[in-house]
């Protein structure tokens, strides 16, 4: 928000769509809660708003143990932005802050530490250690109230590098211990005698829509979509992997994801960060819908399917071998494809489940496949094999952690790959929310059918209205695509 006073005011309506974007704390009791909290509103001179929960954490504010801010998703300004410092959270949200420290995340951003830090303070009022910390508690919360997993185990799966560390960060964060935190464990009857999480997002989700994209591209041998669960492999270190389960449970505005147990995941962050990323639960669908739905073409769609996602992936390479195999061709013959590369190619997991029996090829194995085992035309194997390479030496981020410029430019090098393809990959792996594919078969054909013709320039232009949201535009145009 642009002032104080504005801040103030919208905090005083209680609108659920500023949880996660202002953090509103009050200095005579020490709490920070989300602007839709319940209690009554605070007197303007002791209120403080910040942007972030680490921000108010660092100026030794505790959550409310009501709203549980620390539990809003992320704010969805980063979404649409490519700087280093919407780069960055996105690497700790993901856990590298965990693995590799505050140098390493700076090494991958190509900054300085010093130079980091000093744009963390001026961005979000604290530093990315502050951030990475502030994470590291809230998912060790939530772990302790939604899982019977043992307290050491939990601190490890965090990212705490020691019991000590973990035991101090949550007495100051939330003034309470491990063990007081426990007492207040939520039982999750959907577990199955797994870890289940509950991952929380902004209504609506139109899940139906989301389920249907996934299911039309699921990987045989590793995904499976079945009584309204998505699942999925996940690499969980070089050569071990296990199976994610995603269900939606609309009522609480949640998403279940299991996770089998806790000692097969070395670090959890990952793994909750990239479900998050694929359904793309930190979307705000009332600034989207709102957005897209004040063009009188999209209006109608927007009404019909409110809460549309932009989906995500879990693996920024994987996603863009698929987006090349789907080159002018159908869904389901690049599912076959895909299929048989993941047989000949993918590490098969010790503890498969339903269908889901393999990992997905590493960049570093199709760098090395012969054309005959990807079974594709010659031009087109050729291309993967030399994306593959380009990843596997390091010189092609699909992560998200690069500038994305920089990677659609380099992906563009690569024979073989063309707008459509750089198009689909920002979309989808970049999480780039303005990216369009105007040149796509569905997207021309839903123009048409809108009347807007079918002419990809004109298409360009009208489009620019939609900005900068035009990738959910894409997806609403895939809907009513004939």
């Avoid at 910390?133 to 998912?139: I, K, P």
């Amino acid at each position: 928000m642009d002032s104080f006073e504005a801040t103030y005011r919208a905090a005083e309506s209680r609108d659920i769509r500023l949880d996660g974007r202002v953090f509103l704390a009050v200095t005579s009791t020490g709490i920070f809660c989300r602007p839709s909290c319940p209690v009554p509103m605070p007197r303007r001179e002791v209120v403080r708003f910040f942007r972030a929960a680490a921000a108010a954490e660092e100026q030794g504010f505790r959550a409310c143990g009501r709203c549980r801010p620390e539990a809003s998703p992320d704010s969805p300004d980063w979404d649409v932005r490519a700087d280093v410092v919407g780069r960055a959270l996105r690497l700790i949200a993901e856990g590298v802050v965990d693995a590799e420290g505050v140098a390493g995340l700076a090494k991958r951003l190509s900054v300085g530490r010093r130079h980091l830090q000093r744009m963390f303070v001026q961005e979000l009022g604290s530093g990315p250690l502050a951030v990475a910390r502030s994470r590291r508690a809230g998912l060790a919360k939530q772990l302790l109230e939604q899982t019977d997993a043992p307290s050491t185990r939990i601190a490890f799966a965090s990212g705490f590098g020691s019991v000590r560390a973990y035991h101090a960060t949550l007495r100051r964060l939330y003034g309470r211990s491990p063990g007081e935190i426990r007492a207040n464990r939520l039982r999750d009857d959907a577990s199955n005698g797994g870890l289940s999480l509950r991952l929380a997002y902004r209504p609506p989700l139109a899940w139906a829509p989301l389920l249907e994209f996934l299911e039309r591209r699921a990987v045989p041998g590793v995904e499976q979509v079945a009584d309204g669960t998505y699942s999925r492999s996940v690499r969980t270190g070089d050569r071990c992997g296990l199976v994610v389960r995603l269900t939606p449970r609309p009522a609480e505005s949640l998403v279940s994801l299991g996770v089998g147990a806790l000692d097969d995941v070395p670090l959890l962050a990952g793994i909750v960060q990239g479900a998050r990323r694929l359904l793309d639960l930190d979307a705000d669908p009332a600034a989207v819908d709102g957005g897209l739905g004040a063009d009188p073409v999209l209006e109608p769609l927007v009404e019909r399917t409110p809460g549309l996602r932009l989906p995500g992936c879990f693996d920024g390479f994987e996603l863009a071998v698929r987006a090349i195999v789907g080159q002018q061709v159908s869904l389901a013959g690049a599912r076959t494809t895909l299929g048989k590369v993941v047989e000949r190619l993918g590490s098969p997991l010790e503890r498969p489940a339903g269908s889901v029996t393999h990992l997905f090829p590493t960049a570093e194995r199709l760098a090395e496949a012969a054309a005959d085992d990807l079974g594709m035309p010659r031009a087109r194997a050729g291309a993967i094999r030399r994306l593959a390479a380009l990843v596997s030496a390091g010189d092609l981020d699909l992560s998200g952690s690069a500038d994305p410029q920089e990677a659609l430019a380099t992906l563009m090098d690569i024979s073989g790959v063309g707008t459509w393809t750089a198009a689909y990959v920002a979309m989808h792996a970049l999480r780039d929310p303005d990216a369009f594919p105007a040149g796509d078969l569905g997207v021309r054909r839903a123009a048409r059918a809108l009347g807007l013709g079918d002419d990809a320039h004109a298409l360009r232009l009208h489009a620019e209205r939609w900005r900068p949201w035009r990738g959910y535009a894409a997806m609403y145009l895939w809907q009513a695509a004939p």
